[in-house]
Structure formats: C-alpha cells, structure tokens
C-alpha cells in the first residue's frame, strides 16, 4: 500500500476546506460582486419569433458588458404567460430575467382574468429594449386591394368572410388588430397561431388574409412580393418601410390617432436588488447606445427605448391602463 506525506495529506484537506469556502462565498456574493454565474433570460415566444430575433440581437453584446453569458431559455405558450409565472416565483437574485412585451406584461392582465401572478406588483420592470411597429400585411392572392381604405371596404361589404392571423390570443398583434375593427366596425374571424414565424407563414401560404405583425418579421416577405403591406401601426412612418403609410394618416373614419406600437423589455422578480436592477439597465442602455446596434434595430423597423428602471415601470403602468380600456371596448377575454 502506497503511503503518502502527512504534509501532503494537510494540504490536500486544507484545498479541499478553501474550495468549499469558497463555494460558500459564491453562494452568498454581495450585490456588489453580481454577476457571478450565468444568467437566464425566459422567453415566452417560440425562436424565430418577432421577440426572440430582437432579444438574440441583444444578447452577445450584453452578456460582454455584464461578464457572463446570457442563456436564452425558450417556455412559449398562453402568450408568454408561462414564461411570466416561471420568472414571478424565480429566485430574485438577478439570475432569472423574462424578456417581456406590452402583451405579457400590459394586455394580458386585461384578457387573462385568472393570472396566477400580477403583471406589476410580482416583477421589477428592469429596461426597456424598443418600441416595436407592426404593419398591416395582406395576401393579394386572398384579398386583392391597392391601399388601406380598399381594404376597409372590401371587407366590409363582405363581413364574417376574411380570416386575420395574430402570433397568439392576447398577443400584440391580436390587439392591434382588434383595436382597428373594433374602431372602423369590421367584422372578421380571429385565427391565433403559435408564434411569429407560423402567423405570417398562414398570410404567405393564403389561409388568412392578412396579420398585423411586426415589420421585422414581415420585411423578407414584402421584398420578395409575397406580401403586401398597407399601413404602419405608429403615429410616425416607419424608416425601413419609408413608403407605407401610417393608419392613423389615411384620412379613414376611425383611425385618428391610431397607435398600437408596443415595447420589448427586460423584467425580474419582485425583491430583486434595485442595485442589480440598475446594473442591468445601465449595460442595456450601454448596447443600445451601440450605434451599430442602434442601426441593426433601425433597419429592422424598431425604435430603441431608453428609460430608467422608475420610467419604465411608469410606462408599463400606463399601457396595461391603455390595453385594458382597449380590450373592454372590443370584448377581448380569454378564461
């Protein structure tokens, strides 16, 4: 049997006690010394979508200014509430972030009456990402019109007959669009669909006629001549679709002051550290300040957002006010 020093056999023990010491100072790092460790970001949107593509833009240059790498884990469904609840009853030590829209955190609160979480008083709004516009995407194949009033007319004079695609009850792209029929008295069939990519998809292959999606997700179908777009969802044009109208300019009956833009943000769980919080959205608004960042947004129909973590929780306060009235008007609720 092979014998070994005593001083070996101590310093082995003494390795063996400064690694687990240390194992416990990891545990218990102060505020101050966050990040120690990974952080994950939920996501309530399948990859692909609208929401994953601008999180993925934000996500290597993030994790550079905060020194750890942010893991993106996908827990799509019930319009992002899934991914809401995870994160409400995670651990608030700033490793558990949701990736949250005017949706998750806004609208949902008004058509979802059983939320086993409260959209504001379980999460710290952390940093806005953008402001998101959607546009007004149809199929000439399905509904063969020029602009937004033709639009309007055909499908009035035809009622119950057009089929409109949204990326999920509840989802951004449903209210818009419930918004807009609700102001101009259109009667359509609401077709909701898991996400993004398959929403539109149901435009591209005919079997809805249109969708109010994200002009990110859109762009390459409207290049291409599979899609034609109508109005912007915004106050104000839209750079990368320079040439489509907003709804609120066309001058239809209805549609003054049409807005259904909707923002992207970070969000923790109630008690996280504001210190923490604050760290978050200094390196957010670092990467947004990125102007080749910036341009990648810009260029992809987006606005960039830059508010304090106070500002941000004032804003999210306002549109779930907003997005409530809406849903009470056009009698939007799911059990």
């Known amino acids: 049997m092979r014998s070994f020093p005593l001083s070996r056999l101590w310093r082995a023990a003494a390795a063996t006690l400064l690694a687990g010491t240390a194992a416990t100072a990891l545990a218990a790092a102060p505020t101050g010394e966050w990040p120690r460790q990974p952080i994950t970001l939920i996501m309530g949107f399948p990859a692909g979508s609208g929401v994953d593509v601008v999180a993925r833009v934000l996500q290597e240059p993030l994790s550079a200014k905060l020194g750890q790498p942010i893991i993106i884990d996908y827990r799509a469904g019930a319009a992002g509430n899934i991914a809401s609840e995870h994160v409400a009853r995670a651990n608030p030590d700033g490793y558990t972030l949701v990736f949250g829209t005017a949706a998750t955190h806004g609208s949902n609160a008004a058509i979802y009456p059983n939320l086993p979480f409260d959209v504001e008083a379980d999460f710290v709004p952390v940093a806005p990402v953008l402001d998101v516009s959607n546009v007004l995407t149809i199929n000439p194949d399905v509904i063969d019109v020029k602009d937004l009033q033709g639009f309007v007319d055909t499908v009035r004079a035809n009622p119950g ?10 989802a951004g ?56 777009l109508l109005g912007v969802t915004t ?8 040439d489509v109208p907003p709804i609120a300019a066309s001058g239809i009956a209805g549609t003054e002051g049409f807005d259904s833009a909707i923002w992207f943000g970070i969000f923790a769980p109630k008690g996280t550290d504001p210190a923490i919080a604050q760290r978050i959205n200094a390196a957010v608004r670092e990467t947004l300040e990125d102007p080749a960042i910036r341009a990648r947004y810009e260029q992809q129909g987006n606005t960039i957002r830059l508010e304090t973590p106070e500002q941000f929780r ?5 549109d779930r006010i907003k997005w409530a009235d809406i849903a009470k008007k056009a009698n939007i609720r799911i059990d």
């Open 314 to 318: 004032e804003t999210v306060h306002a």
């Open 173 to 228: 792209t449903h209210m818009a669009f419930a918004e807009f029929n609700s102001r101009l008295g259109l009667n359509m069939i609401h077709v909701p669909y898991k996400g993004g990519p398959e929403a539109i998809l149901s435009v591209v292959r005919g079997e809805t006629c249109c969708i109010m999606n994200q002009v990110q997700t859109v762009l390459p179908h409207a290049q291409a001549g599979r899609v034609r």
């Open 235 to 242: 106050a104000e044009p839209v750079p990368a679709v320079k």
């Open 161 to 170: 007959k057009y089929n409109f695609a949204s990326t999920g009850n509840g």
